[in-house]
């Protein structure tokens, strides 16, 4: 049985997430939002787990925290196997991959793992849910770091992409950006 939220917070906790700086506030507040934020576009518990746990093994971007992906399998029994496999795909993804595909737009969706140099094939449930997770992470802390161009036109497409909560919420957030 998967752990309560209480008990995924106190194991990002016991990590020390809250000691790693993250976008002017915490690694655990950053994670925290992100759950939350995937709560409010109305996810289910697989991908609000997934949201909070996006870049546990570290991602391209982010490199201060990171647990050896040899803990993949308890990090599986904690936040469950597509919680689990959502949060490795967005850690091990290769970005430019993941933005060639957006912007492709059809099946079949493969990005590279940067970790193994492997190809993943994704379904389209996958590809989009990698999406949502993806581009929640960037939502929840773009203003406060400013980073506004980074990848702007991926993340344009990811929200059209997926449309309703996403869309919105990507429109509200950028909303706020300084004109170009």
Known sequence: MAATYDE???FLANLGTERV???EGT???????VYRDMEKWGEGEALCRAGMFHS??????????SLPVSRREEIRRLIGERAERLAYL???MDR?????EVERGTPPFVILDRLTQ????LTNEDFDDLCRVHLCDWLEQVPRCRQWNYRRTAYRQMAARLGGAAQQAYDAVFAAAPAA
């Open 96 to 100: 430019a991959t993941l933005d060639r």
């Open 90 to 92: 967005n850690c091990a």
């Open 118 to 121: 492997k190809d993943i094939q």
């Open 21 to 23: 700086a993250h976008t």
């Open 56 to 65: 546990i093994y570290g991602t391209e971007k982010f490199q201060r925290f």
């Open 27 to 33: 690694f655990l507040d950053h994670l925290i939002g």
């Open 8 to 10: 995924l917070v106190d």
